[in-house]
């Protein structure tokens, strides 16, 4: 089974700090992706990245930069937080195309106080 | 852009019958995609749908109609298990990421 692991369940912040959010998968996919959810707006794609130190913008990626390194990690930065970006934060990771599953971890719910 | 509809709120009755509708907008279409998520749980993979017509996986059926930017997702033999949030999803063009409607809250009642 595929395993995607975010690095905290739940984590709280305060107003300007820079916040790590960390994603590892161990599926060896190439494609990862950070999403944010928020009730009645469904998942709104932030960044994603289709291979080592590529990166590409969704469709929120203001307030947000992304890190990766490795194959297996993909990290989610707040330059400097705000609470208008207190959210669930979904990472998922997927293999070829954008017809394959996309396989989410367990989310982290971000509070910026 | 990519747009996608689908209601907000369904409610079902445990062992009945229910279809939850996407309707959408795109400049290219690669298929629509279907994921479940559980209060609190994460999203996962459903279905996809590259041509039209009916595809079946055991209780849940996804049906797709290219002419009318339409697909709905069929789920039957409703079970309490079933209350989740459904979520239809597309491919953005030229990218291997998604675009999600904003979710159907679907509640099975005894």
């Known amino acids: 089974d595929v395993k995607v692991t975010q690095s905290s369940r739940y984590l709280v912040k305060r107003t300007g700090e820079k916040v790590f959010l960390e994603c590892v998968q161990d599926m060896d996919h190439e494609n990862m992706f950070w999403y944010r959810q928020d009730p009645g707006l469904g998942l709104r794609l932030i960044y994603f990245?289709?291979?080592?130190?590529?990166?590409e913008k969704g469709d929120i990626p203001e307030g947000y930069s992304v890190s990766r390194e490795k194959k297996e990690r993909f990290s989610l930065i707040l330059e400097s937080a705000s609470t208008n970006q207190t959210s669930m934060y979904l990472c998922?990771?997927?293999?070829?195309?954008?017809?394959?599953?996309?396989?989410f971890g367990d989310g982290t719910r971000l509070s910026i106080l | 852009g990519q747009s996608l509809e689908q209601p907000s709120e369904v409610t079902a009755v445990e062992g009945a019958i229910v279809q939850i509708n996407c309707t959408y907008q795109t400049s290219g279409f690669y298929g629509l995609s279907w994921y479940q998520q559980h209060d609190g749980g994460a999203p996962t993979f459903l279905s996809y749908n590259a041509l039209d017509g009916l595809e079946e996986t055991g209780r849940f059926s996804s049906f797709l109609s290219r002419s009318d930017s339409y697909g709905y997702l069929l789920l039957q033999e409703l079970q309490m298990k079933d209350s989740a949030s459904y979520f239809c999803?597309?491919?953005?063009?030229?990218?291997?990421?998604?675009?999600f409607g904003s979710g159907t809250r679907l509640q099975v009642q005894p």
């Open positions: 990245s289709y291979d080592v130190k590529m990166k």
């Open positions: 998922a990771s997927a293999s070829g195309g954008s017809n394959q599953p996309q396989h």
């Open positions: 999803a597309l491919p953005v063009a030229g990218r291997r990421a998604l675009t």
